[in-house]
């Protein structure tokens, strides 16, 4: 038998992997949208749903529910849309951050 020698893993790569999967890479607009995120949905929904991306705008947030998705997907994503656009423009660090566009998406 003929033993398969796996390839070392630099420290760099491990560091990497870990800050990333943390979160702790995240840019100033991409906390501060999560952060707009928890003021402005209200506890139940804030309990089931959790911002996973923002990029190019985009906010993308994970829910636990089809109802609940149907819910936000049809009828409320021009209102939390409008809500973190005004809560963003209150944060010093939101004041050039926008959402042009929010996907709701099953966990």
């Known amino acids: 038998?003929?033993?398969?020698?796996?390839?070392?893993?630099?420290?760099?790569?491990?560091?990497?992997?870990?800050?990333?999967?943390?979160?702790?890479?995240?840019?100033?607009?991409?906390?501060?949208?999560?952060?707009?995120?928890?003021?402005v949905a209200p506890e139940t929904i804030a309990a089931r749903s959790k911002p996973l991306s923002f990029r190019s705008g985009k906010l993308l947030v994970a829910v636990s529910s089809a109802p609940l998705l149907e819910e936000l997907r049809c009828f409320r994503s021009g209102e939390f849309l409008n809500l973190l656009n005004g809560e963003l423009s209150r944060d010093p660090d939101g004041k050039n951050v926008v959402v042009s566009e929010i996907e709701f998406r099953r966990n």
């Open 1 to 39: 038998m003929t033993k398969r020698k796996s390839q070392p893993t630099s420290v760099g790569e491990i560091i990497s992997r870990v800050l990333h999967k943390r979160g702790w890479t995240r840019t100033v607009a991409h906390r501060t949208v999560f952060s707009a995120w928890g003021r």
